[in-house]
């Protein structure tokens, strides 16, 4: 069964240091997302991509994150100088709005960790 | 913030049918409601999800109201691997952000 993947699985930084976490979404799926969870609290949205492009993003994704989908496979969730409080798991979906429903497929995400 | 609300916790005997609640009384009509789960600190995983008819699928049932305002969602056969928070989550068809609670941690016992 095809399944989001994301590397690496656990990501250790400095602060203030930028950190390029990577997604490989479903092949044919159109629409990719980041949703981050910090330890202990809800999942948030962070961001939604589609045809190259964000389509909707959330406050918490303010100019020190950025997206990108580099080639044919790849999405990509750069943050440009990572805080204390940038430290939580990061999820990247995809869905197919194809599908009756638009069910999002998430990753095992990366938990990143900002000293 | 979610619109829905659901229990904080739920405990169900393995083998037996869980029943887990959800209100959600400000839905609008052309809002869908989703399920989604979360086992420990895995990404959410997809269940169901339905407008206004109930549905089923290989996993899960869900049953809504009639005037929309709540639904349940049943696991008809509850194991150990289904012990997970499970997210109720209502949102306009064409809109793609999810917007999670806290859901309810059920707890699967054997």
């Known amino acids: 069964e095809p399944e989001v993947t994301q590397t690496p699985s656990h990501q250790v930084t400095q602060m203030g240091q930028e950190v390029i976490l990577r997604c490989v979404p479903i092949?044919?799926?159109?629409?990719f997302y980041w949703y981050r969870q910090i330890l202990g609290q809800k999942v948030e949205f962070l961001v939604s991509f589609y045809n190259n492009e964000i389509s909707e993003k959330s406050e918490i994704f303010d100019d020190q994150f950025s997206v990108e989908r580099p080639d044919g496979s790849n999405f990509t969730l750069k943050i440009r100088s990572t805080k204390l409080e940038d430290s939580a798991m990061y999820f990247c979906a995809s869905s197919d709005p194809g599908l009756a429903g638009d069910e999002q497929f998430f990753g095992p995400g990366t938990r990143l960790t900002v000293l | 913030d979610a619109k829905t609300t659901q229990p904080t916790s739920m405990d169900c005997a393995e083998g037996r049918a869980a029943n887990l609640p959800c209100n959600h009384s400000t839905i609008s009509g052309n809002e869908y409601v989703y399920w989604y789960r979360q086992i420990h600190s895995q990404g959410p995983q997809y269940i169901i999800h339905g407008l206004k008819n109930n549905e089923t699928n290989e996993m899960a049932s869900l049953i809504i109201t009639e005037d929309r305002k709540s639904s349940t969602l049943i696991l008809p056969h509850a194991t150990l691997r289904d012990t997970a928070v499970y997210y109720c989550i209502d949102t306009f068809t064409g809109r793609r952000a999810l917007t999670f609670g806290s859901g309810t941690r059920l707890q699967v016992q054997p």
């Open positions: 092949s044919n799926h159109l629409y």
